[in-house]
């Protein structure tokens, strides 16, 4: 027997290409929030001459990601956010290791290894050196506009194991929030510490299964909790850098409509599989819990819907 769904699943849509290309093509100021993770620099091969994270610099890395973050601020509304997650890495000459631009993993080919095995002239970096990545992004954002309004720690709970002797092994990744203006909606209501709370910006996540065919999926909670408190029902998310599609599958989970662009076909392919899963999951819920369930349900997001447009406010700066 076919059932409906409980409501009408938000359209996740799916772009093909270059994020610096497609974004032009996006309405201005019709985006709510942007949850994303670019490729972190010198550190995997996703199989595409126009690919970011393969520049010779890191420098140009960091130019490239301000060029792809100028497209979102022109497609977010005045009281959006974006919430980044990008990786760090060491300057290195020579050698591999399992973190960083000369890390050994599957997907990292010789050509990349080669080309990042000599300390970058830039920075003042010498070898050994922590880039500061995340940092040198947040920083190159903020000197472009984008008004930087948090830094929260990711404690990973099953990190990477690392061989080294002489520094603690990493575990932690950064996530920053933006915000395009000093008004902004943030909803510091939808996730909670365990006590009641305001959340604190150290979130400790993961593991979770397996990354969906994508070699650096992010968990599944740090994108609810970025939609969460960055959108409301209804509202549209964008991930620039779409991967294995996690920021869609979760948005549409959240009943937001999701952007996606990807500019590796292949990965298409994991988010359609992905966001099928999600429906075939909703249509078997609603054949467990029955028509009049599904209309009550249905009644109290439609009014969740209206309270949600009509209250919501933005935040002020503090």
């Not at 393969?54 to 601020?73: C, D, H, K, T």
């Not at 080919?109 to 990042?116: A, D, E, M, Y």
């Not at 590796?264 to 009049?292: D, T």
Request: charged residues 25%; contains cysteine.
């Amino acid at each position: 027997m076919q059932t409906e769904p409980l409501f009408p699943l938000p359209e996740v849509r799916v772009l093909i290409g270059d994020s610096r290309e497609l974004l032009a093509n996006l309405p201005a100021e019709s985006i709510q929030c942007c949850v994303t993770s670019p490729p972190y620099w010198g550190l995997r091969d996703y199989e595409h001459p126009a690919q970011i994270g393969a520049e010779p610099s890191p420098e140009q890395y960091v130019a490239n990601l301000v060029e792809v973050f100028r497209g979102v601020w022109r497609a977010l509304r005045k009281d959006g956010t974006l919430w980044l997650n990008i990786g760090d890495g060491y300057a290195r000459n020579g050698g591999t290791g399992n973190h960083g631009p000369n890390a050994v993993v599957g997907n990292t080919r010789k050509l990349i290894q080669r080309r990042n095995c000599k300390v970058p002239n830039c920075w003042g970096l010498k070898d050994r050196d922590l880039m500061g990545l995340p940092w040198r992004v947040a920083f190159a954002l903020q000197a472009d506009g984008w008004i930087l309004r948090s830094k929260i720690t990711w404690v990973k709970r099953a990190a990477m194991p690392e061989s080294v002797k002489n520094r603690p092994t990493n575990a932690t990744e950064e996530i920053f929030l933006f915000a395009k203006s000093p008004k902004y909606y943030y909803d510091s209501s939808a996730v909670r510490e365990s006590t009641g709370a305001n959340l604190r910006n150290f979130w400790m996540l993961g593991p979770e299964g397996n990354g969906k065919g994508h070699p650096a999926a992010f968990p599944r909670e740090l994108a609810r909790r970025c939609i969460l408190l960055g959108s409301r029902v209804g509202d549209t998310v964008l991930d620039p850098f779409a991967g294995s599609g996690t920021t869609g599958e979760v948005a549409q989970k959240l009943g937001r409509p999701a952007i996606l662009i990807e500019l590796n076909p292949q990965y298409s392919q994991i988010i359609e599989r992905r966001i099928s899963h999600v429906i075939r999951e909703e249509r078997r819920s609603c054949a467990e819990i029955g028509r009049p369930a599904r209309q009550r349900f249905s009644g109290r997001l439609a009014r969740y819907r209206r309270r949600a447009t009509v209250a919501a406010q933005p935040a002020p700066l503090q």
